[in-house]
Every structure is written in structure tokens, then in C-alpha cells.
């Protein structure tokens, strides 16, 4: 079991800038990937962003060039700096644990565990 605690969500003005972490601990050596995902009321849950335990990343279209993940593997801690933040970007932000990713259009994690969630809150 891997858990996984997110921090960093609140509220932002159009254009402001959020970095949120997610700290995983448990059994870190069964994930090889780590990625966010975000979620808005009566909507799916969407990819926003996954990095491999070797780096590479991914990004939604709706997110790249604005957000950054990255990680910290000593502290198992990844991170999503959000900015150029827009009202479109509040939802409630999940961290994930995936035993695997894959690729699409960029790569992606396959969630296998989640956090609790942190909301995000744009106001234009």
C-alpha cells in the first residue's frame, strides 16, 4: 500500500501561481509513477500531469507550458507548480501512485492509489 498526502491547494486570483505537494509513504518501491489529476463537480476525473520515477513527464494540453511537475525521490514528495492559474483550472487536485504509466499523446500514469484531495479555487 502506498499513501499519499496532498498539501498546497487554496485560492488564487486569475493569474496567480500555486505549488501543491503530495507525500507519498508506505510501500514507495511498488510505484513507478507518480501524477495529478483533478476533478470538478458531475465531471470525470481528468489527467492533469505525471512524471516516471527516471523523469519523464507529461502534461495535459490544457495544462502545458503552465504547470511543472516534478519529484523529489529522497522525500517521495511530488510537486505541481501551477501557474498562469485560470477559473477553468479550480477543481479539487488528486494526487496518484501508479505501478505503471503509458503514452498517449505525452505519458501518463495509471493510477493505483490516491490521495484525499486538495481543492483549487481560481477566481477571475
Known amino acids: 500500500q502506498v499513501k499519499l498526502v496532498e498539501s498546497g491547494g487554496g485560492s488564487v486570483q486569475f493569474g496567480g501561481s500555486l505549488t501543491l505537494s503530495c507525500a507519498a509513504s508506505?510501500?514507495?518501491?511498488?510505484?513507478?509513477?507518480l501524477g495529478w489529476f483533478r476533478q470538478v463537480p458531475g465531471k470525470e476525473r481528468e489527467r492533469v500531469a505525471a512524471?516516471?520515477?527516471?523523469?519523464?513527464?507529461g502534461y495535459a494540453d490544457s495544462v502545458k507550458g503552465r504547470f511543472t511537475i516534478s519529484q523529489d525521490n529522497a522525500k517521495n514528495t511530488v510537486y505541481l507548480q501551477m501557474n498562469s492559474l485560470q477559473p477553468e483550472d479550480t477543481a479539487m487536485y488528486y494526487c496518484?501512485?501508479?505501478?505503471?504509466?503509458?503514452?498517449?499523446?505525452?505519458?501518463?500514469?495509471?493510477?493505483?492509489?490516491w490521495g484525499q484531495g486538495t481543492q483549487v479555487t481560481v477566481s477571475s
Open positions: 508506505g510501500d514507495t518501491s511498488s510505484r513507478v509513477c
Open positions: 496518484a501512485a501508479g505501478r505503471s504509466g503509458y503514452y498517449t499523446d505525452t505519458y501518463y500514469c495509471r493510477p493505483n492509489y
Open positions: 512524471i516516471s520515477e527516471d523523469g519523464r513527464t
